[in-house]
Structure formats: C-alpha cells, structure tokens
Nanobody
Framework: RFSCRASGGGLAQAGTSLRLSCAAS????????VGWFRQAPGKDQEFVAA????????FYADSLKGRFTISKDNAKNTVYLAMSSLKPEDTALYYC?????????????????WGKGTQVTVSS
C-alpha cells in the first residue's frame, strides 16, 4: 500500500531556508503527482506547489513563485520542497499528497494519499 510522509519542518528565522521532504513507500513515487499544501491556524488549506509524475512539470502558488522550489528524486522515492527567504506568514502545517489529478494540480481533491504534516514555524 502506498503512503507518503512529510518531514523536515522546524523553527526557522525569517530570511532563512528550510527543505521539506515527502518520502514515499509501498510503490514508486513516480507513479504519482505530488502536491504540497499548507494550513495555518484559523485559515483554510492552501496549495503550495506540485510536480507531475515524471517531474517534467511543476506548479506553484503565484504568491510563492521564486521562493519555493519543488523537486523529485525517484531514486530516493522522495519529493522535496525547498523554501527560501522564509517569512512569518509561511508558518503552517505542511502536508504532502500524492495522486493522479485529472484537473488542476492545485485542487486537493485530486490527490488520493495524504501524509501527516510537518510543522514549519518562522520567527521574525
């Protein structure tokens, strides 16, 4: 059975960087597209970034383009989210999800497998 799990969160100062990992198990991650979503306290879930099954195509929330980079390492069965120039408003619980979206990659309903989130807290 396929599963994925996010890790790499923590406490960071504004302006620094963090890299989150989404490690898959059970099946090759290149069977699926992978998306990152986040949810801050009191706010709705927000799309962050996604990568298609082959890794050829990436998608980003407009507000995060240029600061966040999604990538895939099939050999490690892992997708990464590199976050730079962190801001306090990036503070949230970050989730990764895998699936084969038939619509927009930013639509959470297109993903079938969700892992536990990893908390990112950015201090000013």
């Amino acid at each position: 059975r396929f599963s994925c799990r996010a890790s790499g969160g923590g406490l960071a100062q504004a302006g620094t960087s963090l890299r989150l990992s989404c490690a898959a198990s059970g099946r090759p991650i290149n069977n699926y597209a992978v998306g990152w979503f986040r949810q801050a306290p009191g706010k709705d879930q927000e799309f962050v970034a996604a990568i298609n099954w082959s890794g050829e195509h990436t998608f980003y929330a407009d507000s995060l383009k240029g600061r966040f980079t999604i990538s895939k390492d099939n050999a490690k069965n892992t997708v990464y989210l590199a976050m730079s120039s962190l801001k306090p408003e990036d503070t949230a619980l970050y989730y990764c999800a895998a699936g084969n979206p038939r619509g927009d990659y930013n639509d959470y309903s297109g993903y079938d497998y969700w892992g536990k989130g990893t908390q990112v807290t950015v201090s000013s």
